[in-house]
């Protein structure tokens, strides 16, 4: 596709504004890659590794002279930063970030843009429990949903250049009403978080069991839990507190569910247990056919653990 922007900024350098670095570098998609992030250390690193072209020692610095601004950090420290670079942000420049809660980032974030300066929200469902500068890699959003939710009054070409630049790293766009994406995020990713974060949580109350036989046995069912809980606190902590209401919905009736099973296993209701197992498994089917999850048993992990899974 070649250049979509001349100078890309990303603030913040962990996994997600790195795994962009690498794939617009795959690409040739930036002419210049400016990044900033807020620890001495993490720049460091990002410097020692050649993450971006250039790392900068302030936001407002990366943010000068941008065609793109990428806001890369928790969702709760959005608008701080948007208040920080709005001074410096170039006429006709877009600013886009990448948090994982859509309602609250455009309202913290988009009353600092000032006029002239383009603002296309966008979350990429892409990402591992990893974080930090070193756990990028270019193919991270291949084949996977960016969803951008644009503001009232967003500009439909600079909308169209960043979904242009999404789909040459590889994802596929959609748009959509940033309250509707809380709700279908607290869904598919929001919810399922916590539950995993809780079950871990039980399963480290539980004294009956040692440590030791559940990290032995952890293969039926708790690894993938264990995996998911391991996703970084400061990410997730914002997560529920800025996408609050949708959360709460779901987990209500997450609950409700989650009795009715408890009374079906109690009253030995073998028929209710089999007829919902059987849904919920079409789901998973539903899932691998549209290309989002590989159907290989133990989701394709080979008998021998990778060195750096
Ligand atoms: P990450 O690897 O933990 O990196 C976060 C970056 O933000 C780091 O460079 C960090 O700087 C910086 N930062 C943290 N707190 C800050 C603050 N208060 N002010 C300024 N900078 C701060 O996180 P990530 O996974 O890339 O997530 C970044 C965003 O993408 C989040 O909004 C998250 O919701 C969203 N997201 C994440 C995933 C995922 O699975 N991880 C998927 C989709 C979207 P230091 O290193 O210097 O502390």
Same mark, same amino acid.
């Given at each position: ?23 617009? =570098?795959?690409g ?5 890659? $400016?990044g ?5 250390? &993490?720049? #460091?690193?990002?410097?020692?590794i050649?993450?971006?072209? =250039? ?24 608008? #701080? ?7 410096f942000?170039?006429?006709? /420049?877009?600013? &886009? ?48 949903? @960016? %969803? %951008? &939710? ?17 789909? #040459? ?9 940033? /309250? ?9 990713s ?7 974060? &809780?079950?871990?949580? $039980? /399963? ?22 264990? =995996?998911?809980? #391991?996703?970084?606190?400061?990410? @997730? =902590?914002?997560?529920? %507190?800025?996408?609050?209401?949708? $959360? ?26 089999h ?28 008998q ?6």
């Amino acid at each position: 596709m070649g250049r979509v922007y001349d100078r890309v900024a990303l603030i913040g350098l962990g996994l997600i504004a790195g795994s962009m670095s690498l794939a617009m =570098r795959e690409g040739g998609l930036a002419g210049e890659i $400016v990044g900033y992030a807020r620890s001495p250390e &993490t720049r #460091a690193t990002a410097r020692e590794i050649g993450l971006v072209d =250039r790392v900068v020692e302030t936001a407002a610095e990366a943010a000068e002279g941008a065609d793109l601004i990428v806001l890369a950090v928790p969702v709760g420290a959005m608008g #701080a930063v948007a208040a920080e670079i709005a001074p410096f942000l170039k006429p006709g /420049a877009t600013v &886009t970030d990448v948090g994982s809660v859509k309602r609250a980032v455009v309202e913290a974030v988009a009353p600092h843009i000032p006029a002239g300066v383009h603002f296309v929200p966008g979350h990429p469902l892409a990402g591992t429990e990893h974080s930090g500068p070193r756990s990028g890699f270019a193919s991270l959003f291949r084949n996977r949903w @960016w %969803l %951008l &939710t644009p503001v009232e009054g967003s500009d439909p070409e600079a909308v169209a250049r960043l979904a242009g630049l999404v789909r #040459a790293m590889g994802a596929n766009v959609e748009e959509m009403d940033a /309250a509707h994406h809380d709700l279908v995020l607290a869904v598919t990713s929001h919810t399922p978080h916590l539950i995993a974060y &809780t079950m871990v949580g $039980v /399963a480290d109350h539980l004294k009956r069991v040692t440590e030791s036989e559940i990290i032995k046995y952890s293969a039926a069912g708790f690894r993938d839990f264990t =995996r998911i809980a #391991a996703s970084d606190p400061t990410m @997730w =902590r914002d997560v529920f %507190l800025q996408n609050k209401d949708a $959360v709460l919905d779901i987990l209500g009736r997450f609950t409700e569910e989650l009795f009715v099973l408890q009374r079906a296993i109690r009253m030995g209701d073998g028929a209710h247990l089999h007829d919902y197992f059987t849904r919920t498994r079409a789901i998973r089917r539903g899932i691998i056919e549209a290309g989002q999850d590989t159907a290989a048993p133990d989701f394709g992990r080979s008998q021998t653990p990778a060195k750096d899974a």
